[in-house]
Each structure stands twice: as structure tokens, then as C-alpha cells.
């Protein structure tokens, strides 16, 4: 096996190369190893694997080689020292969060966040005794009163889903060190290309793979990347022991999707701005969030955090639930589901889907209207879509 990795390589390269571990074969491809564990030459080999005294791959529930390649990929590409592999977004955050707690301890979040994340921190975070507060990611002075002696984590997602509000991760990492906390970023809108939040100074980055880095549609699959230390101190065990574990399989799919990511991410950012301008000011629409757009709500930050803005817009259609699904059942080309980040071009109305198990005072509070759906742009030629958009939009 080799390895290459070269750091000095700019993100596109690193998609295509980083990571990959050849066989004697030599294949051209990144080898798809479907296998549940491995064989020693010798009892005492077995032995000297388990203790971690020689290296080697021991058993795919925490190690292979197609994990490997797909961690070592994605590591290379955030500016990570280590990253671990999972079988969804949704077990990254879990595991990222439940191996940095324990009764007793407390976490600050922006309470907006996508509908399981929230569930994960004020639900189920509370069965085991940990106590959580959400915050307006917005306001700083939210974030520092929240604390508590008892605080270890703050937890944000930035963009957040639905409503694409930008968070200043240096400002919010800066008063999470202050308090002896550690912040995890969940980086799915911003994208690995658009946004480092380790360089910012969070100390962690999940993502859910299911959505760009796959791409198109096939797998689900999560990421959790930090330094080496908190790595082995807060995500190796929990990974290794609980089992929440990536399928090599899915690994494999989702190291052919980072070699086209740049290339997509970059096209339907373009007609993400190109479909936001097309419907701001449209007289069915009441609002519209777009963090390439200077009339942002947090522009300022957008500017100095994110190198590009998005492949998702959200926008309030007039006439409540009833103005959405008129809009929605008007489409043609667009599809209508709860997922993003696709080559095809996808359309969600939260709160019937992703947001559905909060109260409509919550929702309120969150600027998550019955009319408000969130775009996801993908592959196809924008004219084709900003002319599905607008004819449905006839329909309200
Ligand atoms: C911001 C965010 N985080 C995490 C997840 C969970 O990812 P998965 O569906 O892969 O579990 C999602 C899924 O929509 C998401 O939008």
C-alpha cells in the first residue's frame, strides 16, 4: 500500500488525490475493500495488532481501508490532523457530542438547527443528565451568559438550516475557550470548499456526507474531524465501542463523490445566486435568504467567513402553508423532498418535514415560516429551473 497526501495541494487536487492507499495492483481507482476483519500470519502477529504494538487494519467496525481513504481524504481537504468515519450525519453529531459529555455537564447551541440535531441536544442529551441551553447564534452576549460552570461544549450549525443564518465561528470559538468549552461546527451548508471552521478555531467539524460530499442521491454517510488529540480523547472509543460505524461500502461511494464535488458545489452555487435573484422582489414572495446576497441579514460575516455563498436559497412564499404547497405541487422540474445538496435541483417546506416536531411558537422564534421552503440547486441548466420556479410560483 502507499499513501498520498500532499498538503501543499490546493482543495480540488486534494479531492481527487488525498488519502488513497494503493494496493499491489496498482489500480487507478481507490479499491473498495468489502471486508468485516482481517487475517495474521501468526497468532503472535494477531496479538501484537489487537495491543496496537505493529499497525494494521483489525476489524471494519473502527478500521479499513476504504474508511481510511475516505477519512484521510476528507482530512486533507478540512486541514485536520484526524477525522473518523460514520454511517450517517446524524450518528457524526451524536457520537461527536456523546463523546465529549457526561452527567452533569451542560451545552450551549443556537437553537436554530436542523430538527434531529436539536432533538439530539435537548432531548436525548437529557436522558443521561447533560443539560443543554439554546442561544440566537446571532448574539454574542447570548452565547457568553449562557455559560455555566458545568459548560464543555458549544455545538452550532452555520449556514443554519432553513433559514441560512451565518454564525461568526471565531468570535463564538473565542468565548467557548474562554469558558474552558470546546465548539463543534456542523458544516453541511457551508461545504468543506466554502467554509474551515478549525481554522476559524472550533475544535471539531461534523458533517452529514448524505447531502454534497455523495451528492447524488445514493448513500448516507458522516464525518467528524478535529485535531489527533481530541480525536483519540473524545471520538475514538465511542466510534470503536458503539459501533455507529461508515460501510466500506458507502466510504468507497462517497470518495468517488469528493473527486466531483468541487466541480458540482461550484455550478450550483452559481445558480443558487443566479435562481436568488431571479425571485427576490417577486410579488408572491414576502422574504428571501440568499448568504451570496448583500441584503443577508449577517452579510458582514458571510464576507469575512465564507469564501463563496451557497447552493441553497430559502424563501417565504405568501399565503401561509396553503401559498407553499400550491407553489410546490406547481413544479415540474423540481423535486419535492426533505433532502439537498443533489444534482438534481430539490425544494423542502420545513415545516411539515425537518422542522416538523417543533411547536409553531418555536418555528416562530426561528423566522421558520408556514410559507418558507428551502431550495436546494443542482445540475441542471439554470434557465430551466428559475422557469419551473416562476411558473409554479403563477399558481399561488
Ligand atoms: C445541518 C444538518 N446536519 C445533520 C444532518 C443529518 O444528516 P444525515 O441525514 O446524514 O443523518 C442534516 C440532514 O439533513 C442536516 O441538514
Same mark, same amino acid.
Given at each position: 500500500?502507499?499513501?498520498? !497526501?500532499?498538503?501543499?495541494?490546493?482543495p480540488?487536487?486534494?479531492? +481527487?488525490?488525498?488519502?488513497i492507499?494503493?494496493?499491489?495492483?496498482?489500480?487507478?481507482?481507490?479499491?473498495?475493500?468489502?471486508?468485516?476483519?482481517?487475517?495474521?500470519?501468526?497468532?503472535?502477529?494477531?496479538?501484537?495488532?489487537?495491543?496496537?504494538?505493529?499497525?494494521?487494519? +483489525?476489524?471494519s467496525?473502527?478500521?479499513?481501508?476504504?474508511?481510511?481513504?475516505?477519512?484521510?481524504?476528507?482530512?486533507a481537504?478540512?486541514? /485536520?490532523?484526524?477525522?473518523?468515519?460514520?454511517?450517517?450525519?446524524m450518528?457524526?453529531?451524536t457520537?461527536?457530542?456523546?463523546?465529549?459529555?457526561?452527567? @452533569?455537564d451542560?451545552?450551549? /447551541?443556537?437553537?436554530?438547527?436542523?430538527?434531529?440535531?436539536?432533538?439530539?441536544? &435537548?432531548?436525548?442529551?437529557?436522558?443521561?443528565?447533560?443539560?443543554?441551553?439554546?442561544?440566537?447564534?446571532?448574539?454574542?452576549k447570548?452565547?457568553?451568559?449562557?455559560?455555566?460552570?458545568?459548560?464543555?461544549?458549544?455545538?452550532? %450549525?452555520?449556514?443554519?438550516?432553513?433559514?441560512l %443564518?451565518?454564525y461568526?465561528?471565531?468570535a +463564538?470559538?473565542?468565548? /467557548?475557550?474562554d469558558?474552558? !468549552?470546546?465548539?463543534?461546527?456542523?458544516?453541511?451548508?457551508?461545504?468543506?470548499?466554502? #467554509?474551515?471552521?478549525?481554522?476559524? @478555531?472550533?475544535?471539531?467539524?461534523?458533517?452529514s456526507a448524505?447531502?454534497?460530499?455523495d451528492? #447524488?442521491?445514493?448513500?448516507?454517510?458522516?464525518?467528524?474531524?478535529?485535531?489527533?488529540?481530541?480525536?483519540?480523547?473524545?471520538v475514538?472509543?465511542?466510534?470503536?465501542?458503539?459501533?455507529?460505524?461508515?460501510?466500506?461500502?458507502?466510504?468507497?461511494?462517497?470518495?468517488?463523490?469528493?473527486?466531483t464535488?468541487?466541480?458540482?458545489?461550484?455550478?450550483?452555487?452559481?445558480? =443558487?445566486? *443566479?435562481?436568488?435573484?431571479?425571485?427576490?422582489?417577486?410579488?408572491?414572495?414576502?422574504?428571501?435568504?440568499?448568504?451570496?446576497?448583500?441584503?443577508?441579514?449577517? =452579510?458582514?460575516? $458571510?464576507?469575512?467567513?465564507?469564501? /463563496?455563498?451557497?447552493?441553497?436559497?430559502?424563501?417565504?412564499?405568501?399565503?401561509?402553508? &396553503?401559498?407553499?404547497?400550491?407553489f410546490?405541487?406547481?413544479?415540474?422540474? $423540481?423535486g419535492?423532498?426533505?433532502?439537498?445538496?443533489?444534482?438534481?435541483? *430539490?425544494?423542502?417546506?420545513?415545516?411539515?418535514?425537518?422542522?416538523?416536531?417543533l411547536?409553531?411558537? #418555536?418555528r416562530?422564534?426561528?423566522?421558520?415560516?408556514?410559507?418558507?421552503?428551502?431550495f436546494?440547486?443542482?445540475?441542471?441548466?439554470?434557465?430551466?429551473?428559475?422557469?419551473?420556479?416562476?411558473?409554479?410560483? &403563477?399558481k +399561488?
Amino acid at each position: 500500500m502507499s499513501a498520498f !497526501a500532499p498538503k501543499n495541494y490546493r482543495p480540488e487536487t486534494r479531492l +481527487v488525490h488525498a488519502g488513497i492507499q494503493r494496493s499491489e495492483f496498482k489500480e487507478i481507482s481507490e479499491a473498495l475493500f468489502l471486508t468485516q476483519a482481517y487475517i495474521y500470519d501468526s497468532a503472535e502477529e494477531c496479538e501484537a495488532r489487537f495491543s496496537g504494538k505493529i499497525p494494521g487494519y +483489525v476489524y471494519s467496525r473502527y478500521s479499513n481501508p476504504t474508511m481510511s481513504m475516505f477519512e484521510q481524504r476528507m482530512a486533507a481537504l478540512e486541514g /485536520a490532523e484526524a477525522a473518523r468515519s460514520t454511517a450517517t450525519g446524524m450518528a457524526a453529531v451524536t457520537a461527536a457530542l456523546m463523546g465529549q459529555v457526561k452527567a @452533569g455537564d451542560h451545552v450551549v /447551541a443556537a437553537k436554530a438547527l436542523f430538527g434531529s440535531c436539536r432533538y439530539v441536544i &435537548e432531548d436525548w442529551l437529557g436522558r443521561f443528565g447533560v443539560t443543554s441551553t439554546l442561544v440566537d447564534g446571532a448574539d454574542l452576549k447570548q452565547w457568553k451568559n449562557a455559560v455555566t460552570k458545568n459548560t464543555k461544549v458549544f455545538f452550532m %450549525e452555520t449556514p443554519t438550516n432553513p433559514t441560512l %443564518e451565518v454564525y461568526d465561528i471565531a468570535a +463564538v470559538a473565542d468565548i /467557548a475557550h474562554d469558558a474552558g !468549552a470546546k465548539l463543534t461546527v456542523d458544516n453541511v451548508f457551508a461545504t468543506p470548499l466554502y #467554509q474551515s471552521p478549525l481554522a476559524l @478555531g472550533a475544535d471539531c467539524v461534523v458533517y452529514s456526507a448524505t447531502k454534497h460530499i455523495d451528492g #447524488q442521491g445514493r448513500v448516507l454517510g458522516g464525518v467528524i474531524l478535529g485535531s489527533e488529540k481530541f480525536i483519540m480523547d473524545h471520538v475514538h472509543q465511542v466510534i470503536r465501542q458503539t459501533g455507529p460505524s461508515l460501510s466500506p461500502f458507502n466510504a468507497w461511494v462517497l470518495l468517488k463523490g469528493l473527486e466531483t464535488l468541487s466541480v458540482r458545489v461550484e455550478r450550483q452555487t452559481k445558480t =443558487a445566486g *443566479l435562481v436568488a435573484d431571479a425571485l427576490a422582489g417577486h410579488d408572491k414572495i414576502s422574504r428571501l435568504i440568499y448568504p451570496g446576497r448583500k441584503d443577508h441579514p449577517q =452579510a458582514d460575516v $458571510v464576507a469575512t467567513q465564507m469564501k /463563496a455563498g451557497s447552493t441553497l436559497v430559502a424563501f417565504e412564499v405568501k399565503g401561509g402553508k &396553503e401559498g407553499a404547497f400550491r407553489f410546490l405541487n406547481g413544479l415540474k422540474l $423540481v423535486g419535492i423532498t426533505n433532502n439537498l445538496g443533489d444534482a438534481k435541483s *430539490l425544494i423542502t417546506h420545513p415545516t411539515t418535514t425537518t422542522h416538523q416536531r417543533l411547536t409553531p411558537a #418555536q418555528r416562530a422564534e426561528l423566522g421558520i415560516g408556514d410559507g418558507l421552503v428551502r431550495f436546494s440547486a443542482g445540475l441542471e441548466h439554470p434557465d430551466d429551473l428559475i422557469e419551473d420556479l416562476l411558473t409554479a410560483l &403563477e399558481k +399561488v
